[in-house]
């Protein structure tokens, strides 16, 4: 009998364990280029005991789009990778449980978008125009210094950019633009874009086409492209064979960048907040911070992580990029790109 009772308790204990393993299980919703070392978040497991489940769904729309439609059912605990271009509209859908983390002591206030820290800044990256070096120097050619330049017979033909209904970086250089221009008065964004097609633009679906398709680094006719500040390091670190010279460069005129800050946030409907709030932390740890830059081509937010040294020899942070706030982004985003369709493409 006492046996029986023995083996009982212990299966019960058994039992009670694996649901305790079970509720201590994190699932991470993000978008496909959530990328990190798997060391960083082993240790962070081990030091824990949480396990770590990352769901991608794809790109920051499309993600955001899966999540407010399972809001009821959430698909997850924590979200990454929701940007200033969809901050506002994820806001309004009261997805998140704010959650303050100790950690944004190290972050500077330009990234704490939203005071009721509903969502946590974790990166930031610019969308800028970068530019074949060996095809400038070759051809005795000035780099644009503006926007407006890019409408100049000079450049004629040698632009691409991205489609920004189908593409994160070209809608932030579109965001560029209706900065730049205004969406109202003698000369508007779409006076730009009537005039950046009367120069001959190209446009692609996404940076894929655009870089690796369009642009003279690659084969292409076009040496400059819509990409990223953190583009020429990717160049230098990926080199095949390795080389100590970028072969491109970014343009960080003012009013030539804008700038794309991530978010991550604990969604509503979690049953396992204080692993969530853990894992916030984590995402501002100096660990974390100083991986991303190698995994995801993004700059730490957190003021003591450390740049890589092909960063801080290769890459270019724009000392005034565009920021638009993100309820004027929410506002007006459909009708921008409506418009820009209308206007380019038809």
């Known amino acids: 009998m006492t046996k029986v009772i023995w083996i009982t308790t212990l299966l019960l204990l058994l039992g009670a364990a694996a649901v305790s393993a079970q509720d201590n299980t994190l699932t991470v919703v993000a978008h496909d280029s959530f990328a990190y070392t798997e060391e960083i978040l082993a240790q962070f497991q081990q030091e824990t005991g949480i396990t770590v489940e990352v769901l991608r769904l794809g790109d920051a729309g499309t993600m955001l789009n899966q999540l407010i439609l399972s809001k009821s059912n959430p698909l997850g605990d924590v979200v990454f990778g929701v940007d200033n271009t969809f901050l506002s509209r994820a806001l309004n859908e009261d997805l998140f449980i704010a959650y303050e983390s100790p950690a944004l002591q190290s972050v500077d206030e330009a990234f704490i978008v939203d005071p009721d820290h509903n969502v946590t800044p974790v990166d930031y990256g610019d969308v800028c125009l970068n530019y074949d070096i060996a095809y400038f120097e070759e051809n005795g050619l000035a780099l644009p210094e503006s926007l407006a330049d ?138 974390f911070q100083e991986d991303m830059p190698t995994q995801m081509f993004v700059f730490p937010v957190n003021g003591n992580a450390e740049l890589p040294e092909v960063f801080i020899d290769y890459a270019q942070i724009p000392e005034n990029p565009v920021v638009l706030d993100p309820a004027d982004i929410d506002a007006g985003r459909e009708e921008w790109i409506e418009a820009w369709t209308e206007t380019v493409l038809r």
């Open 150 to 287: 890019l409408t100049k017979p000079e450049y004629s033909g040698l632009l691409v950019v991205e489609n920004p209904a189908t593409s994160s970086p070209g809608l932030a250089f579109l965001m560029a633009t209706v900065a730049a221009f205004g969406a109202e008065g003698d000369y508007t964004y779409l006076d730009y874009w009537t005039d950046l097609v009367a120069n001959d633009v190209a446009i692609t679906e996404g940076w894929t086409d655009a870089y690796y398709g369009e642009f003279t680094r690659y084969g292409g006719s076009r040496p400059l492209v819509v990409s990223y500040a953190s583009s020429p390091p990717a160049e230098v670190l990926f080199a095949d064979p390795p080389t100590d010279v970028a072969p491109t460069g970014s343009i960080v005129a003012d009013g030539t960048c804008f700038r794309q800050i991530e978010f991550a946030g604990i969604l509503q409907g979690t049953d396992n907040l204080e692993a969530a709030q853990q894992f916030m932390d984590f995402l501002l740890s100096v660990d």
